[in-house]
C-alpha cells in the first residue's frame, strides 16, 4: 500500500470546510510540557530566544536520541522552566505571523525503516505509548500490536468521529503508514455506532467496541485484543488526533498544526468545540469566558485531566478537552496523599475495574506496594488512567493511578 | 492506614462515597427491621400473658411493662409498643453502651480516631439476640465483637469476619443450654430462634399451623423467633437499600438462595417421608433467620469473598450447607449462624483458589 505524497500541500492553517463548525481560536503562545512525557531525561536542541518553525526539532531524548521533540508552531522560543531538580517543567513558544513550517522530504517513505526515521523526525513518534507502563516506544522496538485508539471514554471530550471523517484520506494513509512500521497487527478501536474510514487489510483491523464509561480507553482494547504483561512482549497504541497528524504529513510534508478540543465542565457557561494549536495556552483559550466564583481548570477530562496552573497551564499532548470545575475547596491535606482510608470492597467496585481484573486484591495489592502480587494480578496490563474509576469509588480515597505507577517503576527499574 | 508519600495525587475526584455514607445506609436499611422487631417482641410478650399467666414476669422488663400500664387484655398499639421497648430497649442500650466503652477505650490506648461503626454492629446483635437475653450476655457478646472481631485486625474495614456475626456466634456457643426462666418466653427457648424449624421437622405445615404459623405470619414476621430476624418482608426491604446502593455483592446473596432452592428441592425430590427433608424452599427461607444471616451477616462486604467468582461459590455453600444441616443434624434446627461463620472463615480460602486460578489464566493467556 503504497503512500502518495502530494506534491503541491496545501497551507495548513487554511480553514477547513469539513470542520467548518468548530471555529479555529488563534493564542500567541504554546508550550510542550514535561508531565506529558513521563521519565524522559530531555536534552535541549535549542536555547531561550531561537527562532523556531513548525516541526524544527526543539529537545530529543537524552537516552534515546533518535527520539526528537519538534515545535507544534513556528516563532521564538520564549522561556524555558526548570522545576525540582532541574527537570523540564514546560517550553513555550511564541507564536509570530510567519506560519513557517518545517518540510519533510517524502520520497520513498514507504517501508519501515523510512517510515519510522519520519516519525522520528517530525517528532510524532513521541505520541506512541507502550504498554506495559506507557512510555515511548524505542525507536527499533518491535510491538506484538499497535492500537489506534478512534473512540473516546472521557465524557464532555468531542466525538471522534466526526473530526476522522473530517481528515478521512489523513487518517487513512496513517492507518496504512502504521500498518508499515512494524510485523505486528494494527487494530483500529472505535465505538460500535460509527465506523472510521479504514482500508482494512490483513494487518490492518477496524474493531468495533460497545460504548460505556471505561470502555475507550487503551487499557481495555489491549486486554480484549492482545493481552500483555507476562510474555515479556509490549503493545503500542496511538491516539487519533495523533493518527491524523501523521496522515498530515504524509500527504502534505507538514506538521499538523491544529487539535479539535472541547472546553466544557459545570462551570462553563459556553460549551464549545474548538480547532486550536497542539499545546496552546489554556489562560488564553478561556480569556473570553467569565466564571463565578474560583474554578479548577484542568487539561483533559475532569476524572483523568491534569491541573492547569501557571508554567503549566497548557493544552497537553495527549488530551482533546479542557474541563474547568467548580473549585469546591475540599482538596484537603489527606486527598494529596497516596492511601488515605480503608479500603470497603463493595459491589461497586466490580463494575468499575478494568477487564480481567479483580478490583479488590488488587488494590489491597497496591494499597500495601506489594510489587510481585500486583503484578500476578494484571499490573502491567494497567497504567494511571485504567485506576481513575477505582479511585473515584473507592472509599478510601487512596490515589490508585498513584500508586500503581509506584508498582510499574519498580517492576520496571527490575525490568 | 498510615498515609505514605509517594508523589502528589492527580486524582481530582472522588466520589461522595465514605464509610459514614455506608453505615448510614446500613442503619438505614436496618430501620424497617427494628421497627418490626419492637412491636414482633412486644407482640409475642403480650401473646405469652395471654397464653400461660395472667400476671406478667417478675423481671426488671416484665416489672416495667406492668408499671407502665400495658397489659393482655384488649392489647392495642400501646401495649405492644411498651413491651416491646420494655424488651429490646435494655438490650440494645447495653450493647450500645459496651461497644462505645471499649471503642473509646481502644480510640485511647492505641490513638486512633473513635470509629462509630460499633452503633451497627450493635443493633445487628440486639436483632439476632432473643428478647429475654440476659443483659450480662449482651455484655459478653458486645465485648467479643468490638476486642476480638474488629479491635485485634486494626479496626473498620480490616475484620476477618463480621463482628456481630462473632458476637452471637459466641453468644450461642457459650450458652446453648439457655432458655430464659421466664415460661412467657416458650416460643423464644435458646439462642438460634428455631423452634418454628423444629415444630416442622416434627409435625410438618399442621404443626406450624397450630401456633398460627402461616406463611402470612412468617413473611410479615408476627412469629416467635429472635428479636429482629422473624420478618423476611422487612429483611428484604432492607436488603433493597443495600442491593441498590450496591453496597452488598447481588452476586452472594443470589448465590446463597440458588444454593438454599437447590439443595432443598434435592432433598425434597430424595426423601418421600414428611420430616425433615420434605420442607420446602420457601419454608426455608421464611423460618429461622436465613433471610436476616443472608443478607446482614453474610453479605458484610469486608468480611465476605471479595471476588466475583468467590461470591458465587461462597453463597452456594452457605445455602446448600444451611439446608443440610438443617435437614441431617436435628440438634441444629437453624444452622444459620455456624454456616455463615464457616464460610466466613472459608472465604479468604475460596479467593486464593479464585486468584491462583486467575494468574495461571493470564500466565497462558499473555504474550
Avoid at chain 1, 463548525?21 to 513521563?38: I, K
Avoid at chain 1, 500527504?251 to 499538523?256: K, N, Q, S
Avoid at chain 2, 495525587?9 to 421497627?35: A, D, E, F, G, Y
Wanted: charged residues 15%; contains cysteine; negative net charge.
Amino acid at each position: 500500500m503504497g503512500i502518495e505524497p502530494e506534491t503541491t500541500p496545501q497551507q495548513t492553517t487554511d480553514p477547513l470546510p469539513e470542520t467548518g463548525s468548530n471555529e479555529f481560536h488563534p493564542v500567541t503562545r504554546v508550550a510542550l510540557l514535561g508531565r506529558d512525557y513521563r521519565g524522559i531525561n530531555f536534552e535541549l536542541l535549542c536555547k531561550e530566544g531561537d527562532q523556531v518553525k513548525a516541526g524544527s526539532p526543539l529537545m530529543r531524548d537524552a537516552r534515546r536520541p533518535q527520539i526528537l521533540f519538534t515545535a507544534p508552531t513556528s516563532g521564538k522560543l520564549s522561556k524555558i522552566e526548570r522545576g525540582k531538580r532541574r527537570k523540564l517543567v514546560s517550553l513555550q513558544v511564541d507564536l509570530d505571523s510567519s506560519q513557517d513550517s518545517h518540510r519533510f522530504e517524502l520520497a520513498g517513505t514507504q517501508d519501515k525503516a523510512s517510515l519510522r526515521a519520519l516519525m522520528l523526525e517530525s517528532g510524532l513518534w513521541s505520541a506512541l505509548r507502550t504498554r506495559p507502563f506507557g512510555n515511548i516506544p524505542d525507536p527499533d522496538g518491535e510491538p506484538a500490536a499497535i492500537f489506534v485508539t478512534a473512540m473516546e471514554s472521557e465524557i464532555l471530550a468531542p466525538a471522534p468521529l466526526p473530526v476522522i471523517n473530517s481528515f478521512a484520506a489523513e487518517f487513512r494513509a496513517a492507518t496504512n503508514a502504521l500498518a508499515e512500521i512494524s510485523e505486528a497487527t494494527v487494530y483500529v478501536c472505535h465505538a460500535s455506532s460509527s465506523s472510521p474510514p479504514v482500508d482494512a487489510a490483513e494487518k490492518l483491523l477496524p474493531v468495533p467496541f460497545a460504548e460505556g464509561h471505561s470502555s475507550g480507553l487503551p487499557g481495555v482494547h489491549i486486554n480484549a485484543l492482545c493481552p500483555i504483561g507476562f510474555g515479556g512482549r509490549e503493545v503500542w497504541h496511538i491516539g487519533y488526533q495523533d493518527v491524523i497528524s501523521l496522515g498530515h504529513l504524509l500527504l502534505h510534508g507538514t506538521a499538523w498544526m491544529e487539535r479539535v478540543i472541547s472546553i466544557d465542565g459545570p462551570a462553563v457557561q459556553n460549551p464549545r468545540t474548538l480547532r486550536v494549536t497542539p499545546g496552546a495556552s489554556i489562560i488564553q483559550l478561556l480569556e473570553s469566558d467569565s466564571f463565578q466564583g474560583p474554578v479548577q481548570i484542568l487539561s483533559g477530562s475532569a476524572l483523568r485531566g491534569q491541573v492547569a496552573m501557571g508554567s503549566e497551564a497548557y493544552l497537553g499532548a495527549r488530551h482533546h478537552q479542557i474541563t474547568v470545575l467548580p473549585e469546591t475547596g475540599d482538596h484537603s491535606k489527606s486527598s494529596r496523599q497516596a492511601t488515605a482510608g480503608v479500603l470497603i470492597p463493595t459491589d461497586e467496585l466490580e463494575s468499575l475495574a478494568p477487564p480481567g481484573i479483580y478490583p479488590v486484591p488488587f488494590m489491597r495489592a497496591l494499597q500495601v506496594g506489594d510489587v510481585d502480587r500486583a503484578r500476578d494480578l494484571g499490573a502491567l496490563e494497567l497504567v494511571e488512567e485504567d485506576m481513575a474509576m477505582l479511585s473515584f469509588a473507592c472509599v478510601s480515597k487512596s490515589d490508585y493511578g498513584l500508586l500503581l505507577r509506584n508498582v510499574l517503576n519498580q517492576l520496571e527499574g527490575a525490568g | 492506614m498510615r498515609g505514605w508519600h509517594i508523589g502528589e495525587t492527580s486524582q481530582r475526584l472522588h466520589s461522595s462515597n465514605n464509610q459514614q455514607r455506608i453505615h448510614r445506609l446500613l442503619l438505614l436499611s436496618l430501620l424497617p427491621v427494628s421497627i418490626v422487631a419492637l412491636f414482633n417482641v412486644g407482640y409475642q410478650y403480650i401473646s405469652g400473658l395471654a397464653n400461660t399467666l395472667e400476671r406478667g414476669s417478675d423481671d426488671l422488663a416484665g416489672r416495667v411493662v406492668q408499671a407502665l400500664g400495658a397489659s393482655h387484655q384488649d392489647p392495642g398499639f400501646y401495649d405492644y409498643l411498651i413491651a416491646g421497648l420494655a424488651h429490646m430497649g435494655p438490650i440494645l442500650i447495653v450493647a450500645l453502651i459496651t461497644g462505645a466503652a471499649w471503642e473509646r477505650l481502644i480510640a485511647e490506648r492505641r490513638q486512633r480516631p473513635f470509629e462509630p461503626g460499633f452503633i451497627v454492629i450493635a443493633l445487628l446483635f440486639t436483632l439476632l439476640l432473643p428478647g429475654a437475653a440476659p443483659l450480662s450476655h449482651v455484655i459478653f457478646g458486645m465485648s467479643f465483637a468490638i476486642l476480638v472481631g474488629k479491635g485485634i485486625f486494626g479496626g473498620e474495614g480490616k475484620t476477618f469476619l463480621s463482628p456481630a456475626l462473632l458476637a452471637i456466634a459466641i453468644v450461642q456457643i457459650s450458652f446453648p443450654a439457655v432458655t430464659s426462666q421466664n415460661p412467657l418466653w416458650q416460643g423464644l427457648s435458646g439462642y438460634t430462634g428455631s423452634d418454628a424449624i423444629a415444630l416442622y421437622h416434627r409435625g410438618g405445615e399442621a404443626a406450624l399451623a397450630a401456633v398460627d404459623i402461616n406463611l402470612w405470619s412468617a413473611l410479615i414476621g408476627s412469629t416467635p423467633g429472635p428479636i429482629g430476624t422473624t420478618s423476611v418482608l422487612a429483611v428484604l426491604l432492607g436488603a433493597a437499600i443495600l442491593l441498590f446502593t450496591r453496597i452488598i455483592a447481588w452476586r452472594l446473596l443470589l448465590a446463597q438462595i440458588i444454593g438454599l432452592v437447590v439443595t432443598a428441592t434435592l432433598f425434597n425430590l430424595l426423601t418421600a417421608d414428611s420430616g425433615a427433608g420434605a420442607m420446602p424452599a420457601y419454608w426455608h427461607i421464611l423460618l429461622g433467620s436465613f433471610a436476616f444471616g443472608a443478607i446482614y451477616l453474610a453479605c458484610d462486604p469486608v468480611a465476605s469473598s471479595c471476588t466475583n467468582p468467590g461470591r458465587w461459590i461462597q453463597g452456594f455453600l452457605i445455602g446448600a450447607l444451611v439446608v443440610l444441616i438443617r435437614v441431617a443434624n436435628p440438634t441444629h434446627p437453624d444452622a444459620v449462624i455456624p454456616v455463615i461463620l464457616l464460610a466466613s472463615i472459608l472465604a479468604p480460602l475460596i479467593d486464593h483458589a479464585v486468584i491462583t486460578i486467575n494468574i495461571r489464566r493470564r500466565a497462558r493467556r499473555h504474550v
